[in-house]
């Protein structure tokens, strides 16, 4: 009887389990040649690791750095067959880092680059949170002041990974100061105030306030008169290293509570000389705050409203913008003549001011008044500005200077 040996028809087949090899992690290798007759003996070879069995045999090994080979001999009465395979081991990242240009200034783009780092050449899956972004920047197209000190965190792994390796990261972005104060402060004259002015910034800013000549620390002590009222500035300014100055401005209306304050240059002379038919014009400017109620009588007895006009005042002698209120006497006859008072008050105070029509002792058109008949304040409104009592003949208009 002869005995028939027959080569193994399959070609031998070499595998990874998983299809993958990490490193320091136990791995197995799988090696067949099936189909002799008799049955084929296979050793499967991996460094110091070994194991021979018919036709089809495993290794479970923990490779190394060092050996990325692994081998398969197989023996048979009719022929002898042997396989290697090239092992491509895998690491797993040791640590991630983010880097990113900061800070970042509110309104560019601002990018974060996230990187697995490890001694050997890898591919890395990224993904941020928020947001699930899986690339390996995240990138803000515009950044505003609320993503200042937000977090954000980069997750890698590989196919070698037995958890994702995360890094957070707080965003800085750098953003001009937002200034807290009021539009308008009232205080009494002369009361010792701190002015509320206040600012919030990255990086954190400084605080002061100006006026037009003169600049304090935020949290000075100050006191306002009628002499030195003005505008101040809440002016703040946060130094940055990379961005430079950025820098805010707000300006604070000081009121203080004043009764009236008429104006130097609008009151003309208390007494006219005037004949019948002329028309005559008085008019007086002032400031007063809170506004002030404005009452215009003659001989005591108070005239209607809709008899004089109330209007605003800009000028550079009041810090505000102050009324003027002016009363028109038109074609003068006998029940005009006598005396015009104007009353401007308001919860602190009032003041009052007396305008007096009589007839000319002459028939001359305009009224001339000797010096010695004006006051002080009247000369002196008459020689340096205009005056805003008019007396008007019928047909004509003249303004006295």
């Known amino acids: 009887m002869v005995e028939v040996s027959d080569s193994p028809e399959d070609s031998m087949i070499l595998d990874v389990s998983g299809g993958k090899v990490c490193v320091d992690t136990p791995t197995k290798f799988h090696c067949s040649w099936k189909g002799g007759n008799p049955p084929a003996s296979v050793t499967l070879k991996y460094e110091k690791y070994s194991n021979t069995s018919k036709e089809e045999v495993e ?4 490779p190394s750095k060092s050996h990325q080979t692994v081998k398969c001999l197989g023996i048979h009465i009719a022929a002898n067959v042997s396989r290697e395979k090239n092992l491509t081991i895998h690491y797993p990242p040791k640590t991630i880092e983010i880097k990113a240009d900061e800070p970042f200034l509110e309104g560019d783009k601002g990018i974060l680059h996230c990187k697995a780092i490890n001694e050997y050449p890898e591919k890395y899956s990224y993904r941020w949170d928020p947001s699930n972004k899986t690339s390996q920047n995240f990138t803000f197209p515009q950044l505003n002041r609320t993503h200042n000190n937000e977090v954000y965190t980069c997750y890698a792994s590989n ?4 958890r994702e390796l995360h890094k957070r990261h707080w965003i800085n972005v750098e953003y001009p100061p937002d200034i807290t104060a009021p539009e308008n402060v009232t205080l009494f004259e002369n009361q010792a105030s701190i002015i509320d002015c206040n600012a919030k910034g990255n990086p954190t800013p400084e605080v002061w306030l100006e006026d037009e000549n003169r600049t304090f620390l935020s949290n000075s002590i100050l006191t306002f008169n009628r002499k030195n009222i003005s505008r101040v500035s809440c002016t703040v300014i946060a130094k940055s290293e990379r961005n430079g100055n950025l820098t805010a401005r707000k300006e604070i209306n000081i009121l203080l509570k004043l009764k009236a304050m008429f104006s130097s240059g609008s009151n003309g002379p208390k007494k006219r000389n005037v004949s019948n038919g002329e028309t005559v014009i008085f008019k007086q400017c002032f400031y007063s705050h809170p506004k002030s109620d404005v009452k215009w009588q003659k001989n005591e ?13 800009l000028q550079d002698e009041f810090p505000f913008k102050g009324s003027c209120t002016s009363l028109k006497i038109e074609d003068i006859k006998d029940d005009a003549i006598g005396t015009y008072t104007l009353t401007v008050e308001n919860s602190i105070g009032k003041e009052t001011v007396v305008f007096t029509l009589r007839y000319k002792s002459t028939e001359d058109n305009y009224a001339t008044i000797p010096d010695e ?6 000369q002196y409104a008459e020689a340096s500005g205009p005056s805003y009592l008019e007396l008007k003949p019928a047909g004509k208009y003249k303004q006295y200077c």
């Open 301 to 313: 007895e108070s005239i209607d409203s809709n008899k004089y006009l109330i209007t605003d005042y």
């Open 159 to 162: 196919k070698c990974s037995k």
């Open 59 to 62: 290794i479970n090994v923990i």
């Open 373 to 378: 008949a004006l006051t002080n304040e009247e």
